[in-house]
């Protein structure tokens, strides 16, 4: 049951019922028809922002067009920062020798190896944008061309499965929600779990229980506060503001601690490991996380991109990734059968390196998925050579990226209603490829409107444009 | 598909906020009863606190009452010549502000402990290059000193400046014209002459604006045009042209990504004008060709080796430049010699590169986006097409004009819309905390000033830093070369409000506070619960909020207590004083604090 239906059905006040008058109703009959679609698998979506060369991390080494475009850009295969032997295991592919892993990437070959982690190769928007803020509108709206769908597919992922229940469902470890989860009311960016508390004087602030000490540990403040956000607000401001008392309270009650990882985890120094971290710790506290999002930014390399040494800015980068993605795996290893990690960037990169020693934006691009249901230690998709380029310059896109997160919509999170969470996607353009085991939840739904006002009733207004609290029942 | 604003308030009379609509409680200063809210949105603040709302970072004692005597069109014209406006208060301040660089010994210099006045923000960039060269050798720290130092200006002038509309439009420009002010040495360093950019153009003519900040050291840092040139084959390095049609100019809604033939593209009339309809990729590499050569004297080896080629200054570097015809924003019309639309200057070729800011400057395009972006800066998130419309008009009709921007703002300020909006967009984090820290005169301290708590190294503006930056907003911080968001959806989440709830409380009072505030000193605290209240909300809004939200700031102050009376403490059951305050006095300090606090975590606090 959701946290905060509940407090609002017992604690809300004979005024506040009165006021609220049919909406009561309405949410009392939405809580009665929750519904338990989905899984309670946790999905993670890391975003590589700036466009990452995908041709710099899965390497088509050997092949003379690669090696004549990119010229001093070209991953080494000899030396101290040899690149990595990489085996597609698809005979689609070309086979082994004609890819190489860049050397920094070793923490991911091991997950390779492992068949825990899969690559599709020449994936991605199937949109010819090359601009980064329109491709990223496009893809985490889930709908290709066209950047004015007021919600995110993760959001609609959300909302038709009735996910918002749970105490902590939805995770974003940023400063801010990422588009893709633009209009659910669930999603809670918190930077760091242990220190999302109030910060006021003690006299007030100071927290239950209270002891022979303290015994006026009341929390004054956070009572007050709930007042001034109560649950039948309908403004963005109040509804945010509601949430984020939620959250305070629950990680209160959680007891968040500083945190130590498992197994010998050792998270890289940095914004994207503390974040991994920080969803580790979540996913632990039990709270029902479903969704987590983080951000890895910084990959618009159009100059002195750094991919032939060790110490090179782009190798750094992969490192950084690499050793992130493989600490976090490690830390979550009891949870390995309900997880999958998606990762993915707006486009990749130019074929041909610019006069600056870097690329300018291109097309096609890797996409990573991680996971203990994941068939991996292979390459997905189809590979379509460098001679036949998209506009004559960038790497063709093969697989749609709405395709891979298709099959762990389905197969992983248990929804089935693909045209609702990607509009415009048709039977006629999803063929799984088999990235992960698990079976369809039933016939895919292609309806992009499918029935979801029971599930809907608790969602904010689609688009967040009324700030004035209003209510409803005048 | 969801509501729009308009539409909705369109269709719901009990929601309108019109001036007129009989639901609509009215909120003066001479009438500070808080509004009740029985069934209906609350009041439309009068237009003068609506100015120091919007065109202002929140009402400082005094100044919403100051703009009703002098008239709003008589204040938005004073404000839209801010070097008329006497600012010395701020100017003393500025002067008097020190900021510590502190860093042990290194190799070519000695360990250093010191409270800096900010020493870099009118030097020049020959002045500043050294430090982006490491010549003398030097500490990161004082590398990128001047960044940090314009950082510490932008906050004094926040909260003291008089030029409150040209300080928000400065901070408009520098995040239109984006720029991570730490992302390079190079970026760092120089910092100060962009700033001066920005503002020498915030109020002045959009053509030369661009131009300068393309020719700024740290644009061509930033977006990576000090290395484009000619290359065999592959573009040189399009990173700047891309930004600067798509961020800086024609905006991303004009983008018709690939065309294989330019008939197909069409023309756009505006006034008898013809533009091509938007801009397409190979408008973006033709434009990156144009700028080929566009670079810095940073001491390439490529250029004469004498030290007026490692200044940091712009220059034109002909062996860099593509030869050859390029087409950019063309327009295939019976009515146009298409061999004009070719650009190209064997004889000065840097004029390629000026040509493409003229086609950019003035294409009616660049003038529906950035009129677009001024009026969801000063009205809404979703401004009425009516009045991106007027602005557009007068834009378009003064692109050659000095006071271009000026005369395009004091449009959008004297309309209707913006006198009859209210709400519609939300305080994002740093305008959150500087309006609360103007209304509650707050004094940013030296650094090195020492303050009563022990625990406090007087290094203030680390502190106030450290602490403001978590919210997301960071001033000169944001990465990506889109500059800030300036909608309520990405700023309406859980992380952004826990972070703005408590920073009053972190920068003033945790170990003795970064910021000195004093509530206690301000307040008649012999008043009655409700007079304090309302002597607070006066100060902080300028306005009245809502009856719940006054209600339960009055409950709270009383604690238990009688409204009417002056601040208690608590009771026990007996009538007699008990915790947490007893006959501790300090208790009536923490409780004012607490309740001015909780009036800026208020919903109410949240809206523009």
Redesign the interface.
């Known amino acids: 049951m959701d946290i905060s239906r509940r407090q609002f059905l017992m604690g809300c006040s004979a005024a506040i019922a009165a006021m609220a008058g049919g909406r009561l109703t309405q949410l009392a009959f939405a809580d009665q028809a929750e519904l338990t679609a989905g899984t309670d698998e946790i999905f993670v979506m890391v975003f590589l922002r700036g466009g990452m060369d995908g041709l710099s991390l899965l390497a088509p080494v050997s092949d003379a067009i690669y090696q004549a475009k990119r010229r001093r850009l070209v991953l080494p295969t000899t030396g101290d920062f040899s690149s990595l032997p990489f085996n597609p295991n698809n005979p689609t592919y070309p086979g082994a020798g004609y890819f190489v892993l860049n050397q920094k990437a070793s923490p991911l070959n091991e997950l390779y190896s492992q068949g825990q982690l899969a690559f599709i190769h020449a994936c991605g928007l199937d949109n010819s944008t090359r601009s980064h803020f329109d491709a990223m509108d496009y893809i985490e709206r889930g709908t290709p061309g066209n950047k004015l769908t007021p919600n995110g597919w993760i959001a609609r992922h959300l909302n038709s499965v009735g996910a918002n229940s749970g105490v902590l469902p939805v995770l974003s470890t940023n400063t801010a929600a990422p588009t893709s989860l633009l209009g659910t009311s669930a999603p809670a960016a918190v930077g760091s779990p242990r220190s999302f508390a109030i910060n006021g004087p003690a006299r007030y602030n100071r927290r239950e229980p209270a002891n022979t000490r303290y015994p006026w540990a009341d929390q004054a403040m956070l009572k007050s506060l709930e007042r001034l956000y109560p649950a039948s607000g309908k403004s963005n401001i109040e509804k945010v503001g509601t949430r984020t008392i939620e959250t305070i309270k629950t990680i209160q009650a959680a007891s968040v601690g500083n945190y130590t990882p498992s197994n010998g985890a050792v998270y890289p120094a940095g914004s994207f490991g503390s974040a991994l971290s920080s969803i580790a710790q979540t996913v632990k506290l039990e709270l029902g996380l479903r969704v987590a999002t983080v951000d890895l930014g910084g990959w618009d390399t159009h100059e002195n991109q750094g991919t032939t040494d060790a110490f090179g800015y782009f190798s750094r980068k992969i490192d950084e990734l690499a050793r992130g993605l493989h600490a976090f795996y490690t830390d979550m290893l009891a949870y390995h059968e309900k997880l999958t990690v998606v990762v993915m960037s707006e486009f990749g990169r130019r074929l041909g390196a610019n006069a600056s020693e870097g690329t300018d934006h291109g097309h096609g691009n890797v996409m990573m998925v991680l996971g203990g249901n994941v068939n991996g230690g292979k390459c997905y998709g189809s590979w379509p050579g460098l001679l036949d380029l998209d506009q004559d310059q960038d790497l063709k896109i093969t697989t749609d990226y709405r395709v891979v997160l298709s099959e762990v919509i389905t197969r992983r999170l248990g929804n089935n209603k693909l045209g609702y969470i990607f509009p415009g996607m048709t039977a006629a353009n999803y063929t799984p490829l088999g990235i992960v085991s698990g079976a369809d939840p039933g016939p895919i739904d292609w309806d992009p409107e499918p029935d979801l006002a029971r599930l809907n009733s608790d969602q904010p207004d689609a688009e967040y444009r009324l700030f004035l609290p209003m209510l409803s029942n005048c | ?5 308009r539409t ?1 308030l369109g269709s719901s009379a ?2 309108t ?1 019109a001036a007129t609509a009989a639901s609509v409680a009215h909120a003066t200063l001479g009438d500070p009863q808080p509004v009740e ?6 009041g439309q603040p009068p237009l003068e606190a609506i100015a120091m709302n919007r065109m202002a970072y929140g009402p400082r004692p005094g100044d919403v009452e100051r703009v009703k005597t002098m008239g709003f069109t008589a204040y938005v014209d004073e404000q839209l010549n801010p070097n008329n406006i006497d600012d010395s208060d701020c100017d003393r301040r500025l002067n008097e502000a020190r900021l510590r660089i502190q860093y042990d010994a290194g190799t070519g210099y000695a360990a250093l402990n010191e409270n800096r006045a900010l020493t870099s923000l009118s030097k020049t960039t020959s002045q500043l290059w050294g430090l982006a060269r490491n010549v003398p050798p030097m500490p990161s720290q004082e590398r990128m000193r001047p960044q940090s130092e314009v950082r510490v200006a932008t906050w004094i002038r926040a909260i003291y400046s008089k030029r409150q509309l040209f300080e928000l439009l400065t901070e408009f420009w520098h995040n239109h014209f984006n720029i991570k002010s730490d992302n390079n040495e190079q970026i760092g360093a120089t910092f100060p002459v962009y700033d001066r950019i920005i503002r020498q153009h915030a109020l002045g003519n959009f053509r030369q604006f661009v131009e300068a900040v393309g020719r700024s050291t740290a644009m061509m840092y930033y ?2 045009n000090v ?5 065999g ?7 700047y042209a ?1 930004e600067l049609f ?1 961020l800086h100019t024609l905006g ?1 809604d004009h ?1 018709l ?2 065309y294989d033939q330019r008939d197909e593209i069409g023309v756009t009339e505006y006034n008898g004008e013809l533009f091509a309809r938007g801009y397409i ?1 190979q408008d ?1 590499y033709n434009a990156s060709f144009c700028f080929t050569g566009w670079t810095i004297r940073n001491g390439n080896r490529e250029f004469p080796a004498t030290a007026d080629y490692n200044n940091g200054e712009f220059f034109f570097f002909e062996n860099w430049h593509q030869g050859g015809a390029k087409l950019v924003l063309a327009r295939k019309h019976p009515s146009i010699d298409f061999e004009r639309e070719f650009i190209e200057d064997r004889a000065n070729p840097e004029n390629e590169g000026i040509k493409v800011f003229d086609l950019v400057a003035r294409h009616i395009g660049t003038a529906r986006y950035i009129c677009g972006k001024l009026c969801r800066r000063f009205i809404a ?2 401004p009425s097409q009516e009045t991106i419309d007027a602005a557009v008009a007068v834009w378009m009709a003064n692109r050659d004009a000095p006071d271009q921007i000026a005369k395009v703002v004091r449009t959008i300020l004297l309309s209707d819309e913006f006198a009859n909006t ?5 305080k994002r984090p740093l305008e959150l905390i500087w309006s609360y820290l103007r209304a509650v005169e707050a004094e940013l301290l030296p650094d090195g000033t020492a303050v009563a708590d022990q625990n406090n190294d007087s290094n203030h503006w680390a502190e106030i830093f450290s602490r403001s930056d ?3 907003q960071r001033v000169f911080g944001w ?2 070369p ?1 500059g800030h968001p300036d909608v ?11 972070q703005s ?2 920073l009053p ?2 920068l003033t ?2 170990n003795g506070g970064s910021v000195q505030v004093d509530l206690l000193s301000k307040t008649n605290i012999n008043s009655s619960c409700y007079e304090i209240v309302r002597f607070w909300m006066n100060r902080m809004f300028g306005y009245a909020i ?1 009856r ?2 006054f209600d ?2 009055v ?2 102050l009383a ?1 238990g207590n009688s409204v009417d009376a002056p601040p208690q403490p ?1 009771k026990d059951s007996q009538g007699r004083p ?4 007893g006959t501790d006095a300090n ?1 009536l300090r ?2 004012l ?2 309740m001015v ?2 009036m800026c ?3 109410d606090f ?2 523009r």
């Open positions: 598909m969801a509501l729009s604003r909705f009990a929601l906020v809210a029985a069934c209906s949105v609350f977006l990576n290395t484009n040139k000619v290359a084959g592959e573009g040189g390095n399009e990173n891309r798509e991303s983008y990504r690939f990729d973006v998130d979703d209210w709400g519609a967009k939300i978590p919210g997301g990465a990506a889109t309520a959806s990405y700023w309406a989440n859980t992380n952004s409000m826990m709830w408590n409380y972190l009072l945790a809502s719940p939200t339960e700031l409950n709270f604690q608590r008990t915790v947490p305050d208790y923490d409780r604090n607490a606090q909780l975590m208020s919903p949240r809206w």
